[in-house]
């Protein structure tokens, strides 16, 4: 395997080094009697950063489990299996790892294992096999929100609505700049809602630019070197709510009175996974806990999730797949869809495996384009070019650890705190909704968001998605009817924003739902996450 190795200089040194005499350590505080993830530097307990290195016992048991069988660049050509293992001195610590000593397709959840090292230059890194003892039931806990009475009865959505939407060319290889893209759909969203560049006084990207001052691509300094525009507001950034945390700060800088429309974008890419890498072109940052070990894709990061989801609640791929096919069947009303062949089980049974438990019929389609959104003042949009779209709220509360391993492992992690927001900032509920635009980078996304959102209950969206007959075309929830990210195209969550605003204005065409008032919106596959309900004029 030849995987970026992690860095051995830096604060988590110890734990690459230390297999060297065949003993796993970890962090621990003394105060708090507690075992600590390596990553950590203070005790989140008592805060104390005087911590010590202990020796543990290596013993765990699997607790998510994804085989690998996609020939990732670097990545071995034969199936190999990556774990997630609660380890036994301290079953809330967890280490993403692969597994070894058996088949890769033995391997289970409940499995129990020991650690056992490989020495690669001066890292070794510990790995798991098969321990011989008893396996266990290893179902993990359900995630458990608590969210905050809001914080004011204002409410920054009741000042703001959604007045123009455009996409550029979307497709799998355009052999097109992200920046030419960004151009054409932010050209088209200006267009849309009636207004000129003239009457842009914001911008915001997702996730911003990238490389030196100067040098962007599609960032706000890129774009404003070419459309010229001079904001009194701007802003480009990822540690915001999901891919939509540019759109909702645009919403709150138009409610405080700092700008009237902004611009908001997204760019899309098939090029390359990018990691953290020191100048050593060694690991550091989140990229080093996953990454040596082959798990290089966020389609391992959230098969891992799926994995323990089927163990827990006893459901079968049966749950993806409904999904899939009704992306796929939404999708033929869709005539810029860039697949639509998942019409039945059989033929999602018929796809690709990726990584257990997806399929390539479980993945998003990777594609080239842009995705663009006007934000406007309320008053200023009822002068715009189509029907008003308001905004009845916005999810934004993180409820869980900011982790892919370390917290909720039962769903996509790091989207319940978001959606129970959601709720407590309209008195609308899951029932008064007529179309979901919920993200499915993964199929598995989109059943996580099903069920932190409410439409079902927790362990019960096997159910509620069987035969695809409430989330299909006709159904009583239709979720992605322009085939979502499955089907449609990897759009950074932009695709379904701009869906529900096609539903609600009644310009959706063959896909249109009958009567669309109210629309719920999530992005977010993972770290970290947002979500927006919206309606017509009402």
């Given at each position: 395997m030849s995987l970026p190795l992690p860095a051995t200089d830096g604060a988590?040194?110890?734990?690459?080094?230390?297999?060297?005499?065949?003993?796993?350590?970890?962090?621990?505080?003394?105060?708090?009697?507690?075992?600590?993830?390596?990553?950590?530097?203070?005790?989140?307990?008592?805060?104390?950063?005087?911590?010590?290195?202990?020796?543990v016992s290596g013993h765990g048991h699997v607790v998510a489990v994804t085989v690998n069988e996609y020939p990732w660049s670097g990545v071995p050509g034969e199936p190999y299996a990556i774990v997630v293992v609660a380890l036994a001195d301290s079953p809330d610590v967890r280490l993403t790892s692969r597994l070894v000593g058996i088949a890769p397709d033995q391997a289970g959840v409940g499995l129990a294992v020991r650690v056992v090292f490989t020495p690669v230059e001066d890292v070794w890194l510990p790995l798991f096999e098969p321990s011989g003892l008893d396996p266990v039931e290893a179902h993990l806990p359900e995630p458990v929100v608590r969210i905050p009475s809001p914080a004011s009865a204002s409410r920054f959505e009741d000042a703001v609505a959604l007045t123009g939407v455009g996409t550029s060319a979307v497709g799998r290889r355009l052999g097109r700049s992200e920046l030419s893209l960004t151009i054409e759909a932010c050209r088209a969203a200006v267009a849309d809602a009636g207004l000129t560049f003239d009457d842009i006084d914001g911008l915001a990207a997702w996730p911003g630019s990238t490389g030196m001052p100067g040098i962007g691509s599609g960032g706000v300094r890129a774009v404003d070197q070419i459309l010229g525009i001079r904001p009194t507001w701007h802003i480009g950034a990822q540690e915001v709510p999901g891919q939509f945390g540019g759109i909702i700060t645009a919403m709150l800088a138009v409610s405080a009175g700092l700008c009237r429309h902004v611009l908001c974008w997204t760019a899309v890419s098939r090029d390359a996974l990018p990691h953290d890498v020191n100048r050593g072109g060694r690991l550091t940052g989140e990229a080093q806990w996953r990454v040596p070990f082959g798990a290089i894709s966020p389609a391992h990061w959230i098969a891992l999730s799926a994995s323990q989801y089927l163990h827990r609640y006893g459901a079968s791929r049966?749950?993806?797949?409904?999904?899939?096919?009704?992306?796929?069947?939404?999708?033929?009303?869709?005539?810029l869809a860039l697949r639509s062949e998942c019409a039945d089980l059989d033929a999602y049974y018929a796809g690709k495996t990726i990584t257990t438990p997806f399929g390539i019929f479980d993945c998003d389609v990777t594609c080239d384009g842009a995705y663009a959104v006007v934000v406007s003042a309320v008053d200023a949009a009822r002068d715009c070019a189509h029907p008003v779209v308001r905004v009845a709220a916005a999810g934004t509360a993180i409820g869980e650890a900011q982790s892919w391993d370390q917290d909720t492992l039962t769903h996509q992690p790091n989207l319940f705190g978001q959606a129970a927001h959601l709720w407590t900032r309209t008195s609308l509920t899951p029932e008064d909704v007529d179309v979901a635009c919920l993200y499915d980078g993964f199929s598995f996304n989109a059943l996580s968001w099903l069920e932190a959102l409410g439409f079902c209950g927790l362990g019960e969206g096997a159910d509620f998605v069987k035969d695809a007959e409430r989330i299909g075309p006709g159904g009583s929830l239709p979720v992605n009817p322009h085939g979502g990210q499955l089907s449609a195209g990897r759009s950074n969550g932009f695709g379904f924003l701009i869906e529900?605003?096609?539903?609600?204005?009644?310009?959706?065409?063959?896909?249109?739902?009958?009567?669309?008032?109210?629309?719920?919106?999530?992005?977010?596959g993972g770290i970290p996450a947002g979500c927006l309900l919206l309606t017509t004029e009402r």
């Open positions: 988590a040194g110890f734990f690459w080094t230390s297999g060297a005499d065949g003993m796993l350590r970890l962090r621990y505080c003394s105060a708090c009697s507690k075992h600590l993830h390596p990553a950590l530097e203070l005790c989140p307990v008592c805060f104390s950063d005087d911590l010590t290195v202990v020796q049966d749950a993806l797949g409904w999904v899939a096919v009704a992306s796929g069947r939404h999708a033929t009303n869709n005539p529900a605003v096609t539903q609600l204005r009644g310009q959706a065409g063959a896909r249109q739902v009958p009567g669309a008032e109210v629309a719920v919106v999530s992005a977010g």
